[in-house]
């Protein structure tokens, strides 16, 4: 049955993963060819000089393309399943119904998940091969809440569109701003580092808001 529910959601998801994968891909060509230009015109000493100097931003597009990839991927999963009323159906298949959740959830999470860790390591691969180690772990220490940033999105995303009332929808969009504002503090590099056990705390925490608003629709709220 678990795998029944996991077919599912690939099914309903699957255009939006390959959408999500082919702009990841593309925007991190982009950047290779832009880094490779970069350092060809300035030559390999000054560029690096120029990246520590002013802890400039290798990968600037992926600031908020995690943030996008868990928004619209928890959209595309979880609003069909209150629009066309499937989430009373679903939850009555013979499975408890917090199962049910945890497997719609954690499918999405990890496939989120597995995106931003097929990427973030080849960034740093690339990079690593013509920069100093310094700024390998500058960029890292950058991207590193975004990516954490694009999780939370998705379980805060999945939180706010599986609320069946829309008035609650709306006021849940204020602390939701302010939890994801918190991934998004400071770009200084290594400002997050003291600070990243408890993005971590907060992505995986993030992901049990869900069940609030599944159960307020099992109460019948309208």
Not at 36 to 55: F, N
């Amino acid at each position: 049955m678990i795998q029944a529910i996991i077919y599912k959601e690939w099914i309903k998801t699957r255009s939006v993963v390959i959408l999500l994968l082919a702009i990841f891909i593309a925007a991190s060509i982009y950047s290779f060819m832009k880094i490779a230009q970069d350092a060809r015109l300035m030559g390999m000493t000054a560029y690096w000089e120029s990246l520590i100097e002013k802890d400039a931003a290798l990968f600037p597009y992926f600031t908020y393309l995690p943030l996008l990839a868990g928004v619209l991927l928890a959209i595309t999963q979880f609003v069909p399943e209150l629009q066309f009323k499937r989430l009373k159906l679903t939850l009555h298949l013979p499975l408890s119904e917090s199962t049910i959740i945890w497997t719609m959830l954690l499918y999405g999470f990890l496939t989120v998940l597995a995106l931003f860790t097929l990427t973030l390591p080849v960034l740093m691969f690339y990079i690593s091969r013509i920069l100093p180690r310094e700024v390998v772990g500058m960029s890292f220490a950058q991207l590193l809440p975004c990516f954490l940033g694009g999780l939370a999105a998705y379980s805060i995303t999945a939180w706010i569109c599986l609320e069946p009332q829309w008035k609650q929808r709306i006021l849940n969009i204020l602390p939701a701003m302010v939890l994801l504002s918190c991934f998004y503090i400071s770009a200084s590099s290594g400002a997050y580092c003291p600070f990243v056990p408890y993005l971590i705390a907060l992505t995986v925490v993030a992901l049990l808001f869900s069940f609030i608003s599944t159960t307020r629709f099992k109460e019948g709220v309208q």
